[in-house]
């Protein structure tokens, strides 16, 4: 059996549904709470064959319970980036993480977490995927959010430096800006081609934030969108090699405009371009990544050799194959 915190959330159910394809028994952790019609969480995981739901407070209890877990996943957290509730905030992504992480060590259980590109803050500093107490330390999260990743990436790193028992495989991934099905019950943290699209399809121009950095263009802020279909690929990988350990980032490696991506997703519906500039909001400002790029060197000196989906590609599969169908799940 897999245990899958965040199973019903967007790359959880992604990962869930890939286990369920190998003929996993996967036990989701995860509160599901109401949603939008059409968008609630339930649906997910909906057309997969789960062991379960379980709420993240049973966790301790049900791993007491049974001896049957060969591996944990740990992709449930607060991701929003603009929350503002750091007692929760550190409660749900750094004290049940560090939980983990002794259980997984005590019972021999390999454990993959999710950290996050947030560490990397307005990468001034770069974005090495580097574990060292040095590189971690000159990091400067935006949000709260990221500073919760960085906190326990911190952790691990101090743990493994002082001889703390740790599981037999471990693996942070930084996930930069994923996008793909099963992001729909994410409100206004879903990705900018889930917005975007719904823009467009309702007959409005597709809006993007205007840069207000000299020397860069409205659009062509840059980020390196990952399709979720690449993260999911990294980790069953990871699953497969049980003596790669580490912390990865895990993107696309290259950066591209958020016009590059509008033109691409305005390419898969068949509609000709229409993108409108807006002032970025008021909480966004001074706390906007105006450039990432996933280097993938540690990834890949690890032996992990899947090429990655170019943007044109995701997009357009994204779309046509889940946003432009009746129903849009995996």
Known sequence: MYLVTGGAGFIGSNLVAALCDRGAEVMVVDRLREGTPGREKWRNVAKHPIAGILPPEEIEDFWIETDEIEAVFHLGAISATTATDGDLVAATN???????????????????????????????????DDMSADALRALRPLNLYGW??????????????????????????????????NEYHKGRMASVVFHKFHEAAAGGPARLFRSDRPGIGDGEQKRDFVHVDDCVAVMLWLLDNPGV????????????????????????MGRPEAIEFVDMPADLRGRYQYFTEAP???????????????????????????LMQPDAHR
């Open 94 to 128: 750094l004290t049940l993480p560090l939980w983990l992480w002794a259980a997984c060590a005590e019972r021999g259980v390999p454990l993959i977490y999710a950290s996050s590109a947030a560490t990397y803050g307005d990468g001034a500093q770069g974005f090495a």
């Open 296 to 322: 993938l060197d540690r990834l890949r000196a690890a032996g992990f050799d899947a090429p990655t989906t170019p943007l044109e590609e995701g997009v357009g599969r994204y779309v046509r194959d889940f």
């Open 148 to 181: 919760s990743k960085l906190a326990f990436d911190r952790r691990v790193a101090d743990m493994l430096a002082r001889g703390v028992p740790a599981p037999p495989q471990w693996a942070g991934l930084r996930f930069f800006n994923v996008y793909g099905p």
């Open 245 to 268: 350990s580490g912390l990865f980032n895990v993107g696309s490696g290259r950066a591209r405009s958020f016009l590059d991506l509008l033109r691409a997703m305005f390419a898969a």
